[in-house]
């Protein structure tokens, strides 16, 4: 399960979403065993999440995937695992980095419009309740998939297409909540704050959202005529420039939502309509389906026709930092850094910043300048300036792309969710990445 972030990317560390399903019936003993057993729960810690910390930037622990709709019959023991795995983490004193949460379906909110009116399925009150207790008081947040396209596809034409792809709106087409007057110009924060309300309805006001999922397919049947490559370029593009405006949502202005793009690679082996096999960014082969250029800053290189961006060392990058990245680009990140041994030609300059800079860009040029594959910490930024020099050519040179993609590792950075699958935007200007654990990881590893 690949997921991109928006701020942060993300390669997630779980099965493909094919097999998630057949691992279905398995995964469900797995959170029943965890639910039931501090002790089960404390040693898939140990060997999932202690064993891979400080060196993976461990940030949230993601138990299942839309476990209230897809496995009801675990519903029971949800919180006592969400709860045995905090346990764990305090014990291991990464409670304070590492928040415990689970995604949920967009469909366990009732009467989402106007979002003022908004509340959980009440059938799920004995299980809701007591998780967002938890999540209060651990400081954690709802993880929430958001899917604007089925609730266009859904919604007989009421919901405009403009306004599902975050596509500006005239003042009279924007949805108004009756209610509270807020004006809604797009699906994305209507649905988001139809959560912040449902909460609201059972007196929690303090807890953030996660979107875990959210992305538009790029292709469809004869029934999904809107599932283009257009549309999801449109929609994702679109989502990114929404979340790193900071702008919140109508009901929490200010307070950017923290987002993951759904998903990182086609899945040409899941079953259902043509759209479920069309929500990435990538086919499956690590060709492009459509490209997001997206700097350090959020900056969209629209009209860059040669295509030539490079990754480079900052300028004011802390030697030690960039040492790491060499280091890591070199080893787990698979470049070929031969150029850079002496008598080879980018030995010269013989210096940590001209290094790091070959081999990053390298990195960057090999992952097919996916966002977020150009951060390393904080010490890399992206740049239209051709950086070879005399016999040393960089990677990306007289615009070549690199189209396969190495996608069993990720670069390294300082920051960084899934009913099946995903992909990252956060807040923030800076791509960087993390993992977010899921217990589906336990299935594979265990």
Same mark, same amino acid.
């Given at each position: 399960?690949?997921?991109?972030?928006?701020?942060?990317?993300?390669?997630?560390?779980?099965?493909?979403?094919?097999?998630?399903?057949?691992?279905?019936?398995?995964?469900?003993?797995?959170?029943?065993?965890?639910?039931?057993?501090?002790?089960?729960?404390?040693?898939?810690?140990?060997?999932?999440?202690?064993?891979?910390?400080?060196?993976?930037?461990?940030?949230?622990?993601?138990?299942?995937?839309?476990?209230?709709?897809?496995?009801?019959?675990?519903?029971?023991?949800?919180?006592?695992?969400?709860?045995?795995?905090?346990?764990?983490?305090?014990?291991?004193?990464?409670?304070?980095?590492?928040?415990?949460?689970?995604?949920?379906?967009?469909?366990?909110?009732?009467?989402?419009?106007?979002?003022?009116?908004?509340?959980?399925?009440?059938?799920?009150?004995?299980?809701?309740?007591?998780?967002?207790?938890?999540?209060?008081?651990?400081?954690?947040?709802?993880?929430?998939?958001?899917?604007?396209?089925?609730?266009?596809?859904?919604?007989?034409?009421?919901?405009? $297409?403009?306004?599902?792809?975050?596509?500006?709106?005239?003042?009279?087409?924007?949805?108004?909540?009756?209610?509270?007057?807020?004006?809604?110009?797009?699906?994305?924060?209507?649905?988001?704050?139809?959560?912040?309300?449902?909460?609201?309805?059972?007196?929690?006001?303090?807890?953030?959202?996660?979107?875990?999922?959210?992305?538009?397919?790029?292709?469809?049947?004869?029934?999904?005529?809107?599932?283009?490559?257009?549309?999801?370029?449109?929609?994702?593009?679109?989502?990114?420039?929404?979340? $790193?405006?900071?702008?919140?949502?109508?009901?929490?202005?200010?307070?950017?939502?923290?987002?993951?793009?759904?998903?990182?690679?086609?899945?040409?082996?899941?079953?259902?309509?043509?759209?479920?096999?069309?929500?990435?960014?990538?086919?499956?082969?690590?060709?492009?389906?459509?490209?997001?250029?997206?700097?350090?800053?959020?900056?969209?290189?629209?009209?860059?026709?040669?295509?030539?961006?490079?990754?480079?060392?900052?300028?004011?990058?802390?030697?030690?930092?960039?040492?790491?990245?060499?280091?890591?680009?070199?080893?787990?990140?698979?470049?070929?850094?031969?150029?850079?041994?002496?008598?080879?030609?980018?030995?010269?300059?013989?210096?940590?910043?001209?290094?790091?800079?070959?081999?990053?860009?390298?990195?960057?040029?090999?992952?097919?300048?996916?966002?977020?594959?150009?951060?390393?910490?904080?010490?890399?930024?992206?740049?239209?300036?051709?950086?070879?020099?005399?016999?040393?050519?960089?990677?990306?040179?007289?615009?070549?792309?690199?189209?396969?993609?190495?996608?069993?590792?990720?670069?390294?950075?300082?920051?960084?969710?899934?009913?099946?699958?995903?992909?990252?935007?956060?807040?923030?200007?800076?791509?960087?990445?993390?993992?977010?654990?899921?217990?589906?990881?336990?299935?594979?590893?265990?």
């Amino acid at each position: 399960m690949e997921m991109l972030s928006l701020v942060s990317t993300l390669v997630q560390m779980s099965p493909t979403c094919q097999v998630q399903q057949r691992l279905l019936p398995f995964l469900r003993l797995k959170i029943l065993g965890i639910g039931q057993s501090n002790a089960t729960a404390a040693n898939w810690v140990a060997r999932n999440v202690i064993a891979h910390v400080p060196a993976t930037n461990i940030t949230a622990i993601a138990v299942g995937s839309e476990v209230l709709t897809s496995l009801p019959n675990a519903a029971p023991v949800l919180v006592s695992a969400l709860k045995f795995i905090q346990a764990a983490l305090v014990a291991a004193n990464l409670d304070q980095q590492i928040k415990v949460s689970t995604p949920h379906s967009s469909s366990v909110i009732l009467d989402s419009f106007p979002p003022s009116q908004a509340f959980f399925n009440k059938t799920w009150d004995p299980v809701m309740v007591p998780l967002l207790n938890f999540l209060q008081s651990t400081g954690s947040y709802l993880m929430l998939n958001v899917y604007p396209y089925y609730d266009y596809m859904q919604s007989n034409g009421v919901v405009p $297409l403009d306004y599902a792809l975050f596509r500006p709106l005239p003042p009279n087409k924007e949805a108004i909540d009756s209610n509270t007057l807020l004006h809604y110009t797009n699906v994305f924060d209507a649905i988001v704050d139809a959560a912040y309300f449902a909460m609201s309805y059972l007196k929690f006001t303090n807890i953030p959202i996660l979107v875990t999922e959210s992305g538009w397919p790029s292709k469809g049947d004869s029934s999904e005529p809107d599932a283009t490559v257009d549309n999801a370029n449109t929609y994702n593009s679109n989502l990114i420039r929404h979340v $790193l405006n900071n702008s919140g949502t109508p009901k929490q202005p200010g307070i950017a939502v923290s987002t993951y793009i759904y998903e990182l690679y086609n899945e040409d082996l899941k079953s259902g309509p043509v759209s479920e096999n069309n929500w990435g960014l990538f086919y499956a082969s690590g060709a492009q389906v459509y490209t997001l250029h997206l700097t350090n800053s959020g900056t969209v290189f629209a009209n860059d026709t040669t295509n030539q961006t490079f990754c480079v060392a900052k300028s004011n990058a802390d030697s030690k930092m960039l040492q790491a990245a060499l280091d890591w680009a070199c080893g787990p990140g698979k470049v070929d850094c031969s150029p850079l041994l002496q008598g080879q030609s980018c030995y010269e300059p013989n210096s940590v910043a001209s290094h790091a800079t070959y081999a990053i860009n390298s990195y960057y040029q090999q992952m097919a300048k996916s966002a977020g594959t150009c951060d390393f910490k904080g010490v890399a930024s992206i740049t239209t300036t051709n950086p070879s020099h005399g016999s040393c050519i960089f990677s990306g040179s007289g615009g070549k792309n690199v189209t396969s993609v190495n996608g069993t590792a990720l670069a390294p950075s300082t920051n960084s969710t899934n009913s099946g699958c995903l992909s990252q935007y956060y807040n923030g200007g800076f791509f960087t990445s993390t993992v977010i654990l899921t217990l589906i990881l336990s299935v594979v590893v265990l």
